[in-house]
């Protein structure tokens, strides 16, 4: 990742507009940030979420609270809870969210 023209600056999260984005069941509202081509998000999902796709965006992504569950097409499973979290590149293995609880992330994709 090339980070440029970028100056300083901070950002309150709870200032930022959530819009919604359902999912197969429950939601997810992502507060989202975009700086250049870099796209920053503080996303909570609603318990029973499931994405309602098999992403294949690149993500480095760490949980905030709560506990997310994400399945690789390959059949792989991982668990995140909070100060854990995953990176994975652009078209490199596909993968799919979900939570029973709720979960919130940050993300930087």
């Known amino acids: 990742m090339q980070i440029n023209n970028i100056p300083f600056g901070t950002t309150d999260w709870s200032s930022v507009e959530a819009t919604e984005h359902p999912g197969t ?8 940030r975009q700086f250049g081509a870099i796209r920053v998000r503080m996303v909570e999902y609603s ?12 993500h480095i992504l760490l949980c905030l609270s709560g ?5 690789l097409k390959d059949g792989r ?7 854990t ?3 994975v590149a652009d078209h490199a293995e596909p993968h799919q969210s979900s939570t029973a609880t709720g979960a919130t992330l940050f993300i930087v994709d």
Request: glycine residues 12%; proline residues 3%; hydrophobic residues 30%.
């Open 47 to 58: 318990a029973g979420y499931l994405a309602d796709h098999w992403c294949e965006k690149g």
């Open 67 to 71: 506990t997310l569950h994400t399945e």
């Open 77 to 83: 499973h991982f668990d995140l809870t909070p100060g």
């Open 25 to 32: 069941t429950g939601k997810a509202f992502w507060r989202t």
């Open 85 to 87: 979290s995953y990176q």
